[in-house]
């Protein structure tokens, strides 16, 4: 569809049903368009009211420059209808042919009239649908009313002329067709017939055959009608046409809007890459993980000509080459100038032209990098797990209670040492099955408590000096723990117990990987925004190697022969459980070499009553 035919299709579109698609072809269709054109727009009007006037506004331009485009069409073969009679009376004078002396002074006239009408702007000033559907308009008397008068004189003061002056009828009808109402065109056709048919009863009053004339009135008289009501109809299927067309396009626009805000939101990255390596459309993820750090512009780009893409192009490549792409995807590796590199597992899918089934015309690539899969891949194997785990420790505990109350009443009766030592091994083990289990319930899917206001800074002092006498290590300057505090209450939304629980594991961790000495294990409890409380747990020691690092947070993940691996997994789980969370890092307190888990608490501000 042409430029032309979209913008007259606003035009046409505002219409509603039968004749009146065009608002300037019924008086129904007019009447809808002038009620809504004249709805004023609100002064205290939404963001999203006002753009829907603003839209319904330039709906309403485009429609009028399609008017007045259709209008001065027809006002430039006016004019060039007007030359072309003018210069036929002077063509005709030059020959020697008898016509009147008014013939070449009135088509001089209307070729005059013509060109200004066309030429002067300020002359078509007011031409609109509304004002040309009226018959007492200037715009109508103009244009149509002219072409009447004037092809009406010429037809009547020249019957004895050879040339037929009625066929200029249709210039009158043809636009009236178009331009208005379906009434106003049987009128303006009724008016031409009226003017054919006055002029032939005056021949006959003058002595011509009656017969003949009246029979080439009626048939002028006939195909005046049917080119009027000829026009009205292909403007009206044209309107009915377009008005589909708008919808379609409107519907294609939307849906094609609404699939961009799906991609561009999508955490994947989506690239889709012709055969020559253009990419024709990209989302941000993908334009990040296309990038060492530096923006990739928009779409569309080409992948040829970058180093680091080399072995993208080349999957690319190798998909259209194969015509298919394994379902579970394969990685690339990108290397970057400054020494980064990422591996990127590809997914393509790909579209197939219409005009030939065989061969691909794009090729759709879901982009992710490998440690997202395999992160995600990981949270997925851990849920299910801690779901397993959960069932089992549930089965376990008791079997684990019948086994403690039966080697209570084996030790009662033990009286050799050995027996005795036993006996105190058995109940040692359940002791630690019985933790184990309790830690596995504690952060198994249940009901999550609501938080609490709590005073850390008073919690974290409690804590600590209850660590020290619960663990009898040696107080004053010899401590091996320092705690750092603030004075006056920081209120955090968290549970008590649990968050006790999450402290006195980490002090734990420190303790035994901890270098012996005074001040070895800091604990430290800063304010650094409105919205967030810092504690920090940190220890002097050994860093922690990497390979370690890496499943710190891992559930059943231990160095210790005796451990659970479920310590730091609580710990996690308790603090993204109450909108916190907690991170590793190796640097310390002036940068000495150890190790520091920080927790990030959501702090309270409003006054209340917290818990110590």
């Given at each position: 569809m042409?430029?032309?035919?979209?913008?007259?299709a606003q035009?046409?579109?505002?219409s509603?049903?039968?004749?009146?698609d065009?608002s300037?072809?019924?008086?129904?269709a007019q009447d809808?368009m002038?009620a809504?054109?004249?709805e004023?727009e609100?002064?205290?009007?939404s963001?999203?009211?006002?753009q829907?006037?603003f839209?319904?506004?330039?709906r309403?331009?485009a429609?009028?420059g399609?008017?007045?485009r259709?209008y001065?069409?027809f006002?430039?073969a006016?004019?060039?209808l007007?030359l072309?009679l003018?210069?036929?009376?002077l063509v005709a004078?030059w020959?020697?042919s008898a016509?009147p002396?008014w013939?070449l002074?009135l088509?001089g006239f209307y070729a005059?009239q013509a060109?200004?009408?066309w030429?002067?702007p300020?002359?078509q000033?007011?031409?609109?649908a509304?004002?040309?559907?009226r018959?007492?308009?200037p715009?109508w008397l103009?244009s149509?009313g002219?072409d009447?008068?004037v092809?009406?004189?010429l037809?009547?003061l020249?019957?004895?002329?050879?040339v037929?002056y009625?066929?200029?009828f249709?210039?009158?009808?043809?636009m009236?067709?178009?331009?208005t109402p379906?009434?106003?065109?049987?009128?303006?056709?009724a008016?031409a017939?009226?003017?054919?048919l006055?002029?032939a009863?005056?021949?006959?009053?003058?002595?011509?055959?009656?017969g003949?004339r009246?029979m080439?009135t009626?048939l002028?008289g006939?195909?005046?009608f049917?080119?009027g009501?000829?026009?009205s109809?292909l403007?009206?299927?044209?309107a009915?046409?377009?008005?589909a067309?708008?919808?379609?396009m409107?519907?294609?626009r939307?849906?094609?809007?609404?699939?961009?805000l799906v991609i561009d939101?999508?955490q994947e990255g989506v690239?889709?890459v012709?055969?020559?390596?253009?990419v024709?459309?990209?989302n941000p993820?993908s334009?990040?993980?296309?990038?060492?750090?530096h923006k990739v512009r928009?779409a569309?780009?080409q992948?040829?000509?970058v180093?680091?893409w080399?072995?993208?192009v080349q999957a690319?490549e190798?998909?259209?080459?194969?015509?298919g792409w394994?379902?579970e995807g394969?990685?690339v590796?990108l290397?970057?100038?400054d020494g980064?590199q990422?591996?990127?597992?590809l997914?393509?899918?790909?579209?197939?032209?219409?005009?030939?089934?065989a061969?691909?015309?794009l090729?759709?690539?879901?982009v992710?990098?490998l440690?997202?899969v395999?992160a995600?891949?990981?949270?997925e194997?851990?849920a299910?797990?801690?779901?397993?785990?959960?069932g089992i420790a549930?089965?376990?505990?008791?079997?684990?209670?019948a086994?403690?109350?039966a080697?209570?009443l084996l030790?009662?009766?033990?009286?050799?040492?050995?027996?005795?030592?036993?006996?105190?091994?058995?109940?040692?083990?359940?002791?630690?099955?019985?933790r184990?289990?309790?830690?596995v319930?504690?952060?198994?899917p249940?009901v999550?408590?609501?938080?609490?206001?709590v005073?850390v800074?008073?919690?974290?002092?409690e804590?600590?000096?209850e660590?020290v006498r619960t663990?009898?290590?040696?107080?004053?300057?010899?401590?091996p723990?320092?705690?750092s505090a603030?004075a006056?209450?920081?209120?955090?939304a968290?549970d008590?117990?649990?968050?006790r629980?999450?402290?006195v594991n980490?002090?734990?961790?420190?303790?035994r990987?901890?270098?012996?000495?005074p001040?070895s294990?800091q604990v430290?409890?800063?304010a650094?925004?409105?919205?967030?409380?810092?504690l920090?747990v940190f220890?002097?020691g050994?860093?922690?190697?990497?390979?370690?690092?890496?499943?710190?947070?891992?559930?059943?993940?231990?160095t210790?022969?005796?451990?659970?691996?479920?310590?730091l997994y609580?710990c996690r789980?308790?603090?993204e459980?109450y909108?916190g969370?907690i991170d590793f890092?190796?640097a310390g307190p002036?940068e000495?070499a150890g190790n520091?888990?920080?927790?990030?608490l959501?702090r309270?501000?409003?006054?209340?009553?917290?818990?110590a």
């Amino acid at each position: 569809m042409s430029e032309a035919g979209r913008v007259d299709a606003q035009r046409l579109a505002r219409s509603q049903t039968g004749d009146s698609d065009l608002s300037w072809f019924g008086p129904s269709a007019q009447d809808s368009m002038d009620a809504e054109w004249e709805e004023p727009e609100a002064a205290g009007q939404s963001g999203e009211d006002s753009q829907f006037f603003f839209r319904r506004s330039r709906r309403r331009q485009a429609g009028e420059g399609a008017f007045q485009r259709l209008y001065r069409a027809f006002l430039a073969a006016r004019a060039a209808l007007g030359l072309a009679l003018f210069a036929t009376q002077l063509v005709a004078a030059w020959l020697g042919s008898a016509s009147p002396d008014w013939a070449l002074p009135l088509s001089g006239f209307y070729a005059l009239q013509a060109l200004a009408l066309w030429m002067l702007p300020w002359l078509q000033r007011g031409a609109t649908a509304h004002t040309l559907a009226r018959l007492h308009s200037p715009q109508w008397l103009a244009s149509i009313g002219v072409d009447l008068l004037v092809f009406g004189v010429l037809h009547a003061l020249d019957r004895g002329s050879s040339v037929s002056y009625g066929a200029l009828f249709v210039m009158p009808v043809l636009m009236a067709g178009v331009l208005t109402p379906r009434l106003l065109v049987l009128a303006t056709a009724a008016m031409a017939a009226l003017l054919m048919l006055g002029v032939a009863w005056w021949a006959v009053l003058q002595g011509a055959d009656v017969g003949q004339r009246m029979m080439q009135t009626g048939l002028s008289g006939t195909g005046l009608f049917v080119v009027g009501l000829l026009a009205s109809e292909l403007a009206s299927r044209l309107a009915r046409e377009e008005r589909a067309a708008r919808g379609s396009m409107e519907l294609a626009r939307q849906q094609a809007q609404l699939n961009q805000l799906v991609i561009d939101e999508m955490q994947e990255g989506v690239l889709v890459v012709d055969r020559r390596g253009r990419v024709r459309a990209a989302n941000p993820a993908s334009r990040a993980l296309l990038s060492n750090g530096h923006k990739v512009r928009r779409a569309p780009f080409q992948l040829r000509g970058v180093a680091a893409w080399v072995p993208l192009v080349q999957a690319v490549e190798r998909a259209f080459g194969e015509g298919g792409w394994p379902e579970e995807g394969r990685d690339v590796l990108l290397s970057f100038e400054d020494g980064l590199q990422r591996v990127l597992r590809l997914r393509m899918r790909f579209t197939r032209q219409r005009e030939s089934q065989a061969g691909e015309d794009l090729c759709v690539i879901f982009v992710e990098d490998l440690r997202t899969v395999q992160a995600r891949s990981r949270q997925e194997k851990l849920a299910a797990m801690g779901r397993v785990s959960a069932g089992i420790a549930h089965e376990i505990r008791n079997p684990l209670a019948a086994i403690d109350q039966a080697n209570a009443l084996l030790a009662e009766d033990c009286v050799a040492p050995q027996q005795r030592r036993l006996a105190a091994m058995v109940a040692s083990n359940v002791q630690r099955l019985k933790r184990i289990v309790d830690d596995v319930m504690e952060v198994a899917p249940g009901v999550v408590p609501q938080p609490v206001p709590v005073d850390v800074s008073s919690l974290v002092a409690e804590v600590c000096a209850e660590w020290v006498r619960t663990n009898k290590l040696e107080t004053g300057a010899a401590c091996p723990l320092v705690c750092s505090a603030p004075a006056q209450p920081l209120v955090v939304a968290f549970d008590p117990e649990h968050l006790r629980r999450v402290l006195v594991n980490l002090l734990d961790n420190a303790l035994r990987h901890a270098a012996p000495g005074p001040a070895s294990v800091q604990v430290s409890l800063l304010a650094p925004s409105e919205q967030a409380a810092q504690l920090a747990v940190f220890s002097a020691g050994e860093p922690i190697a990497v390979e370690v690092e890496r499943h710190l947070f891992e559930p059943f993940f231990s160095t210790r022969s005796r451990g659970s691996g479920l310590g730091l997994y609580i710990c996690r789980e308790l603090c993204e459980r109450y909108g916190g969370r907690i991170d590793f890092r190796r640097a310390g307190p002036l940068e000495t070499a150890g190790n520091e888990f920080v927790l990030t608490l959501r702090r309270l501000n409003e006054p209340s009553t917290p818990s110590a």
